[in-house]
């Protein structure tokens, strides 16, 4: 094989190598699908916050049966992101617990995808695998619409004040989009969320680190805990 020959050779397998095989998008391609997934997404859950808003307004209208509900509230702890609680004043506006960590995290994605500037395959493999988590949803999510609520406050002047949330606890399945489940809800801080902070050293420092933070804890564990005994599935004619 000559000289001409094997450069020419060599350079029709490098055009090979580099050409995209039939049906198969470059790694550009590839961002490009990724970024109108997300945006997608967004649209999607732009509608599900709003049908959900409008059914937890209502939220009153809804009655619980004798049947248990479908989601596990018991596994909630205080932090959780699929909890919040909301003023009934403001839930019309207050999308569900999970949308600020989707909000946050397309933020992100979206902010990496306009710094690649000439992606690899195992970037975007690694951007797909992330969006395949942005774009899913949790089964369901849990939102207390509170018409009492009042915030746990300490200072060393006036002491502690304790919070207060009555309302009802509704269940949102987003595989069926409406309130599986309700029930009603009456809390407080307990009663020795105060002494505790006497008798025990982490808890001191918890509470010297951030009093607030520690007090609202106290109070939501107190919400679930009164959420876990009255949630039941809505009723059938609901």
Known sequence: MSTQTRRTFLLVVLVVLATPASGCESAEEQLTTIRDRIEDAVLVMASEDAQRATAFEAIDQLAPSGNACTADIAVLEPGDARFDIVSSAEVGDTPGPTRAV??????????????IQQPTHAQVAALSERTDV?????????TV???????????????????????????????????????GVTATNSPDVIDRTRTDDAVRSRFEADATAYLLEDLEQQV???????????????
Not at 105 to 113: F, S, T, V
Not at 134 to 142: G, I, K, L, N, T
Not at 157 to 176: A, K, S
Not at 224 to 238: G, M, N, P, Q
């Open 145 to 183: 619409v509170a018409t009492d609520l009042t915030r746990p406050s300490w200072d060393a002047e006036h002491g502690f004040t304790p919070g207060l949330v009555e309302g009802r606890i509704g269940v949102w399945d987003y595989e069926n989009g409406r309130v599986v489940c309700v029930g």
């Open 134 to 142: 942005f774009v899913s949803r949790p089964a369901w999510d849990a």
């Open 102 to 115: 989707f909000r946050n995290k397309r933020r992100e994605l979206l902010a990496e995808i306009m710094l």
């Open 224 to 238: 679930l805990s009164s959420a876990a005994e009255t949630v039941a599935a809505v009723a059938a004619s609901e």
